[in-house]
């Protein structure tokens, strides 16, 4: 029987539990960078096997969103750096979550206004659960439909590329343990994965392989940089955030991911469930494809409870169980799940933006029971 509550040995790496911390936009960095506060946040929750940042845009035209915390200037490093000495302060293990919106973002947060990037210059539906978090035409932040995109240039891919590469090597000057970069959840690189975004005619469009062109060099380049055991990645089989539906080719798209990856020696590879009307979207049964194809660490978030994480990985079809909003209410949420002790709930209204409200105010249990 598999323990979710032992250590777990990275990559050389002994994580102090089997308990992921997953990465979760939470707008409190003022600048684009990390502060004291977003130090006591992450402490607080260090108690994790492993930490992964929220998503920390690799260059201003990944961001998507006002006031995360970014990582490509000197004083983002600077902000990252006072986060990861105080996550070590209490023996944790913290990756940074390296990332690129795409077209997923807004004139407002882009330079000189321009407009936001894909891979086609085919516009993200309207809808609620398509927006972003950006300036309001009065200069409020507000919730908003992304603008359209324009479609990269072939000859502008190389650069986005490097703007990785770049943060990687600002996250180990930062103090991180890794990175992970994020492919999943309807931002640039699942945006360039699915063909209902991606009606490109060159290397980077069209057949499986193309599709997956962008991921495959932007991770060679960056374990060329930092070493594979420092890399990890984010995916997400079968999502369908931010208009990009599921398409025939899915399982096919992935488990060919799953088999080039495996020739990579990564860190992990970390699966993100997204589901759909509160349904799994990701089986057993392809969970154990997946883990029979690719040979490595697999995390996987989305929905787990302290019961279906045990069975997952009592029957080995992931190696470490990642956990989002409970995190958010339960600083102490590996010492909760020891002990099957009560959650605390989260307010939704305080998840994005504010100060140290729904933040870093949440009770332990230990101050509960006082």
Known sequence: MTNLFEPYDLDGRVLRNRIVMAPMTRSRSAGYAANELNARYY?????????????????????????????????????????????????GTIFAQIWHVGRMSHTSLQPDGGAPVGPSDKPVASAPGNQVYAYLPDGNPGQTDPSPPRALATEEIPGIEEDFVKAAHNAIKAGFDGVEIHAANGYLFEQFLNPHANARDDRYGGSIENRARLILETVDKVV????????GIRLSPNSQLFDLPNYPENKETYLYLAAELNKRDLAYIHLSDNRVRGESVLSEAFLKQFKATYGGTVILAGGLTRENAIHLLDT?????????QPFIANPDLVERLQNNLPLNSPDRETYYGGDDKGYTDYATHVTDAN
């Open 43 to 91: 402490q607080q929750r260090a108690g994790a096997g492993l930490i992964i940042t929220e998503g920390t845009p690799v260059s201003p035209q990944g961001q998507g969103y006002i006031d995360v915390p970014a990582i490509y200037s000197n004083e983002q490093i600077a902000g990252w750096k006072v986060v990861t000495d105080a996550v070590h302060e209490t023996g």
């Open 224 to 231: 060329n940089a930092i070493g594979a055991d420092k890399v």
């Open 316 to 324: 080995g079809l992931i190696d470490l169980a990642a956990f989002g």
